[in-house]
């Protein structure tokens, strides 16, 4: 398949540059290949589309204040993003900066501290950071959220609360699993009211995810590298729902692609590691029976993902009655579940 085969028109003022003021406030559109059209809902009715005895599995990753500024030693600002926290004080980063600082450069930053350039490798750059507090640290201290680049705005202090999800708990992201961002304490409080079960992997998504598909033969994409970990718990959990008869349902695709990353002939096993799968239509899925997930970018890896998942026609359809009826996109936008069609259904 091609890079072109994934494209759709998307009028820029769609894509939504804040949060609303409630998180669970968003619409959601549902995509059930049992239903005979498609539903335009609200994600405060998301309890009534599950059914009890169903598992929803989340990503509990937090985002770090990933974003640092400083300078060079001749003067010239430095933008560094985090891609990776490799170690106690050091990172795989991107730098935004005018001309590539070399192996033993210098970045000074607001405090006073430095970060040395180590190595380069595949446009990331690989720097040590002389601080006497752990990395992490001086993010919370120096850092800002990175939002993402179709946010044309800076930070404000709300995006420290409102781009991270309510149950995030391990640190490790520079990017927001945004299907998750929708759910409040309410909406939690309704789902296991509903008979609803929640498991979690972690999936610390990296910048790499808005990475744009280079390649127009998908057979020639090579995927980012994410770190993952999904616990013999959870596999628990999915085994005792699928048994009882229950769907298990991965709120993102960040989930998606941990836990087909865990499977093996079929089998979910626990992993822990790094994963670089890349899902397209042809991929046959193996441990979800549903997604709900944001709407996403034009010819991005997710939309090729999401189309795997429910077809390629069936969610650009989707994605053009989206656009008619005004969704919002993208990571602060709007929610869609989709529920395909069981295998050899």
Do not use: C
């Not at 349902?249 to 990353?261: D, K, M, Q, W």
């Amino acid at each position: 398949m091609k890079k072109s085969d994934f494209d759709f028109e998307l009028p820029p003022e769609l894509i939504a540059q804040a949060p609303l003021a409630e998180r669970s406030a968003s619409r959601l559109l549902l995509l059930d290949a049992a239903a005979p059209a498609l539903q335009d809902r609200m994600f405060r009715e998301l309890p009534q589309m599950l059914r009890p005895g169903d598992l929803l599995v989340f990503n509990d990753t937090r985002v770090l204040p990933a974003r640092l500024f400083g300078h060079k030693s001749t003067g010239g600002a430095v933008e560094i993003l985090i891609e990776r926290v490799t170690g106690a004080h050091e990172a795989t980063v991107q730098l935004g900066v005018s001309k590539k600082p070399k192996v033993g450069g210098r970045i000074e930053l607001a405090d006073g501290s430095q970060a040395v350039v180590l190595g380069r490798d595949e446009g990331f750059f690989h720097l040590r950071f002389e601080a006497p507090e752990p990395l992490e640290k001086l993010l919370l201290k120096l850092g800002e959220m990175p939002l993402p680049p179709y946010i044309a705005r800076h930070p404000d202090a709300s995006d420290l609360e409102r781009y991270q999800t309510v149950y995030a708990r391990e640190p490790g992201a520079v990017a927001a699993p945004t299907a998750g961002l929708h759910f409040d304490q309410a909406t939690l409080d309704a789902l296991r009211e509903r008979g609803v079960d929640t498991g979690y992997i972690t999936l610390h998504v990296g910048a790499g995810t808005f990475q744009p598909v280079r390649a127009e033969n998908l057979e020639d994409h090579h995927m980012h590298r994410e770190w993952l970990n999904v616990g013999a718990h959870l596999i628990e959990q999915i085994r005792r729902t699928r048994a009882a008869g229950g769907r298990v349902i991965a709120v993102g695709t960040t989930v998606v692609r941990a836990l087909e990353s865990a499977s093996k002939d079929g089998q979910l096993h626990p992993f822990a590691g790094e994963t670089q799968i890349f899902i397209f239509p042809g991929y046959t899925f193996t441990s979800i029976d549903g997604l709900l997930t944001n709407f996403h970018l034009p010819q991005s890896t997710l939309l090729m993902l999401v189309s795997a998942l429910a077809g390629r026609e069936a969610i650009l359809d989707a994605y053009r009655h989206a656009v008619a009826e005004r969704y919002r996109f993208f990571s602060y936008g709007d929610a869609m579940l989709i529920l395909p069609r069981p295998a050899g259904g």
